[in-house]
């Protein structure tokens, strides 16, 4: 059975739902918080800042963040494919971050178990985060106890894409088309996904493909908070 990570979840500030956007103000978490969960934020490969334009100097709102406070907010979806708002990511890392000890160990469990699905375009890079290359809004897994057991909020960043098989057979076309009148259609002209049963489904059915940045971080880094 998984242990539980250090300390309340602090994983309620990183996905917030509904209205409630307007009422909390997401900050980065502070050292010691990442250090007791698994992660050296002084192996980031990227970390958010006061001077960021995203970002500005405030009071810290509890012993768990530092003062960082995040400006970027962005829409998506949660698992049940209801609208939820989340910050700029505060950090992106590499496997060095982990912890060499118990905490990292669980650190990277949960952090392959939890995954943020961003859409590329079809005639994009597969593997690319950038907003430019996004046929539509993310997806984040937020079942299995994501605000008690992700107190961090660790994502492995997942690429779904769909096969020849979804664009090229009746079978798929299909498919496809029930979900377009579900959800309407993105950018590639092609059906929006918005319930993490969907992509379920659809891999099931071999129209769609999950891609992931290798863990050594070859293809670029595989994980963000």
Do not use: C
């Not at 006061?50 to 500005?56: I, M, V």
């Not at 998506?76 to 708002?85: E, I, K, M, P, T």
């Not at 590499?94 to 990292?104: H, I, K, R, V």
């Not at 990277?108 to 178990?113: F, G, I, K, S």
Request: charge should be negative; glycine fraction near 8%; aromatic fraction near 10%.
């Amino acid at each position: 059975m998984r242990k539980r990570l250090y300390g309340l979840s602090a994983a309620v500030a990183v996905l917030i739902t509904g209205q409630a956007a307007r009422a909390q103000v997401p900050f980065d978490f502070s050292n010691r918080f990442y250090l007791e969960n698994g992660l050296d934020p002084s192996k980031f490969n990227t970390r958010i800042h006061p001077d960021d334009a995203n970002a500005k100097s405030a009071p810290s709102p509890d012993k768990f963040h530092n003062r960082t406070q995040i400006l970027e907010i962005n829409g998506g979806f949660d698992a049940a494919g209801q609208l939820l708002y989340y910050p700029a990511p505060p950090a992106n890392f590499f496997e060095e971050a982990f912890t060499d000890n118990a905490a990292g160990e669980l650190a990277r469990e949960v952090a392959n178990e939890f995954r943020a699905f961003l859409f590329p375009r079809r005639d994009g890079d597969p593997l690319s985060p950038a907003l430019p290359n996004r046929r539509h809004d993310n997806i984040f897994d937020t079942s299995s106890g994501y605000l008690t057991d992700n107190p961090l909020g660790l994502w492995r960043i997942t690429f779904p894409r769909y096969t020849d098989a979804a664009l090229n057979t009746p079978e798929g076309q299909a498919k496809l088309e029930e979900i377009r009148a579900l959800n309407g259609t993105d950018l590639d002209g092609t059906p929006i996904i918005k319930r993490l049963s969907e992509i379920k489904e659809l891999e099931a059915l071999g129209y769609l493909e999950l891609l992931q940045r290798k863990e050594d971080g070859s293809e670029g880094f595989p994980w963000v908070v």
